[in-house]
């Protein structure tokens, strides 16, 4: 089994998604080990995007993180990582499949409705950045 990371967005909580993407989750075969509704300070969201500090947007996808709760995610399955991120679908939500997570609830390249890591190496790293090891079930 492997574990993936995922955070439902601002964009997708403020519109009332977030049960319907907990719903695909599950749906989908996904253990979820843990589960939280939190929002994000300026220094997390930083922290947890990092990696894209050199990058133009950085500023702005920190701004659009801390804008509203998101809701975070530890999930299990078989081939964890691939399947979250074919569940999501492309980044950019206006090029995502509909019945995709992306393509039904995102609306753009920035408020695309949903994380997720893109390796097992990555999530092992976001899912300890969020959960204690002992808030996993």
């Given at each position: 089994?492997?574990?993936?990371?995922?955070?439902?967005?601002?964009?997708?909580?403020?519109?009332?998604?977030?049960?319907?993407?907990?719903?695909?989750?599950?749906?989908?075969?996904?253990?979820?080990?843990?589960?939280?509704?939190?929002?994000?300070?300026?220094?997390?969201?930083?922290?947890?995007?990092?990696?894209?500090?050199?990058?133009?947007?950085?500023?702005?996808?920190?701004?659009?993180?801390?804008?509203?709760?998101?809701?975070?995610?530890?999930?299990?399955?078989?081939n964890a990582v691939k399947a979250w991120r074919d569940l999501m679908g492309?980044?950019?939500?206006?090029?995502?499949?509909?019945?995709?997570?992306?393509?039904?609830?995102?609306?753009?390249?920035?408020?695309?409705?949903?994380?997720?890591?893109?390796?097992?190496?990555?999530?092992?790293?976001?899912?300890?950045?969020?959960?204690?090891?002992?808030?996993?079930?």
């Amino acid at each position: 089994m492997e574990t993936t990371f995922a955070i439902i967005k601002p964009d997708a909580v403020r519109a009332g998604n977030a049960g319907h993407i907990i719903q695909r989750v599950i749906d989908a075969g996904f253990r979820v080990r843990g589960l939280r509704l939190t929002e994000l300070t300026r220094k997390q969201a930083e922290g947890f995007y990092a990696v894209h500090k050199e990058r133009g947007f950085f500023g702005e996808l920190c701004d659009f993180m801390t804008s509203g709760p998101v809701v975070v995610m530890a999930l299990e399955k078989e081939n964890a990582v691939k399947a979250w991120r074919d569940l999501m679908g492309p980044t950019n939500s206006k090029e995502a499949p509909k019945g995709t997570i992306r393509g039904d609830f995102g609306t753009d390249v920035g408020e695309n409705a949903s994380h997720g890591s893109d390796s097992a190496e990555n999530a092992a790293i976001e899912v300890a950045y969020f959960f204690a090891a002992s808030e996993l079930l």
